[in-house]
C-alpha cells in the first residue's frame, strides 16, 4: 500500500511539475510556433523529473543522502514510468537550438539525422530504470551497481545530443 501511496505521489508531482512549466509565461518561447514551445517545455519538464529522481538515488549511492529502500524504489519506479513514456510529442523536427537558439533550447538537430541512435538509447534507458528499479530495494550496494549503467545512459545521450556545457 505504502508504495502505491509513493508512486502516485510521484505522478501527481510529475503532472504538477509537467503542467507547470507548461503553463509558465515563457517570454523567451513568445517568438517561436506555440505548438515547438509546448514540445520544448515537455521535454524539459520531463528531464527535470528525471533529475529529480536521479539526483536522490544517486546522493544515496555517493552516501551523502541516508540510503531508505522504499524512497529508492519510488525514485526508481518513477524513472521506470518517465523511461517508458511516449516522447514522440516532445521531441518534434525543428525544435532543435539550431533552429530556434539556445535560448530556447539545448537539443542538438542531429537527434533527427538518419544515423541517430535516439531510439536505441530510449530502449537502453528503460533498460537501466528497469535494472535500478530491481536493485534500489536490495541494499546501498545493489543500488550502487545499478548506478553507473543508469548514469552512463543518461550522460551518453546528453554527450552526443545536446549541447556541451562550458
Sequence with gaps: MKRKFLLLGGFLAAGLIAGTAISQDNSSQDDIDPAFARAIDARQAHMQLSAFNLSLLGGMAKGEIEYDADAAKAAAGNLVALARMDESRYWLEGTDMEALGLEHTEALASIWSE????????????????????????????????????????????????????
Design 115 to 166: 544515423t541517430s541512435e535516439m531510439k536505441a538509447r530510449a530502449q537502453t534507458m528503460i533498460e537501466t530504470s528497469e535494472a535500478m528499479l530491481e536493485a534500489s530495494g536490495n541494499g546501498l550496494g545493489a543500488l550502487r551497481g545499478a548506478m553507473a549503467p543508469l548514469g552512463q545512459s543518461c550522460g551518453g545521450c546528453h554527450e552526443d545530443y545536446r549541447v556541451a556545457d562550458d
